[in-house]
């Protein structure tokens, strides 16, 4: 059986840790991940993290999967100006894509159309397909221009997801806060987890 397809796409923002767990969970959850990152988002993960990911996609893909432990065909990454990429036109079937963190240059580019790399061109397409776009934006305060962007893209039907984790489930490390939120990222992609106890829920 062919699996799913998601894209995922880091930016520039800060809680680069949030996209890097999502990418876990989907290939533990056997989807195919097309990843893009952006020149700024290499910068934030070197600064936020110990990990190593080549600005080269095909040096990035062994790493990555390595990371995350899964086979070398469930995660495909793509250059920011690799206009050739299937993500980059409607005829391709992803079922959804996931923009993690998604930092506020890169959501005003969506929310405009500008189409000016990869990243924003497979979300254009989503928009334009009618498809799932998730945007996980990492920032405060929000300044009116933010909030008119975030706006236009609500009434588009784009799920605007603000990384802003939970304390009602007790978090005793940042994993748990990350987890958070990147299990209400999974929900609204209909992808099954057991990151952390639901409302009403126990926790273990």
């Not at 080269?56 to 062994?62: F, K, L, S, T």
């Not at 397409?125 to 009116?144: D, G």
């Not at 008119?148 to 806060?177: R, W």
Request: proline fraction near 5%; charge should be negative.
């Amino acid at each position: 059986m062919t699996r799913k397809s998601i894209t995922l796409a880091i930016t520039g923002a800060s809680g680069v840790q949030y996209g890097l767990r999502l990418l876990q969970c989907l290939v533990q959850a056997d989807y195919h991940v097309c990843v893009l990152i952006s020149p700024a988002a290499q910068v934030v993960i070197a600064t936020e993290t110990d990990i190593t990911v080549s600005h080269r996609p095909g040096e990035a893909q062994p790493q990555l999967c390595e990371l995350c432990q899964c086979a070398s065909d469930q995660i495909t990454v793509y250059g920011k100006e690799n206009w050739m990429a299937p993500i980059a036109s409607g005829s391709n079937t992803a079922e959804a894509m996931v923009v993690c963190p998604c930092s506020s240059a890169t959501l005003s580019a969506i929310a405009h159309g500008t189409s000016g790399d990869l990243i924003e061109r497979a979300a254009d397409v989503m928009l334009k397909e009618q498809r799932k776009l998730i945007l996980v934006n990492r920032e405060m305060p929000l300044s009116a221009i933010h909030l008119d962007n975030m706006s236009k893209l609500a009434h588009l039907g784009v799920t605007i997801m603000p990384a802003c984790p939970g304390f009602y489930h007790k978090p005793q490390t940042v994993q748990e806060l990350v987890d958070f939120v990147v299990a209400r990222v999974l929900d609204h992609l209909h992808v099954p987890h057991q990151l952390v106890p639901r409302w009403g829920q126990a926790a273990d």
